[in-house]
């Protein structure tokens, strides 16, 4: 019986364009699914929060909102960016870094 790790892997080994269209695939039909009477493969809410329990540190963050590590610093010391720090490392909330992204981008909207 195949595993994910075994299905993973077999992707990693296609070419780029065919892993283009498996992750097409898998988000499309597995957040909405084929039909409307097969379940969701991926629970995407369940998934976020997960992802939101955890805090990011400076490399992940930085990659979040787009900017280098050097402005980010730079954000945590004027006070834009709410980070804690954990001897010289930073973390920070995923949920106040998505919140901080959405209102970035409705400045440039407006």
Known sequence: MPTAEKVINEIYLLPMKEREKVARHIIEFGIKGVHHDLPEILDVKEWQDEIASKP??????????????????RWIKTGRVAAYKIGRAYTFEVTELKRFKKNQSTKFVE
């Open 56 to 73: 990011f540190n400076m490399k992940q963050a930085s990659e979040y909102l787009g900017v280098s590590p050097v402005t980010l610093r």
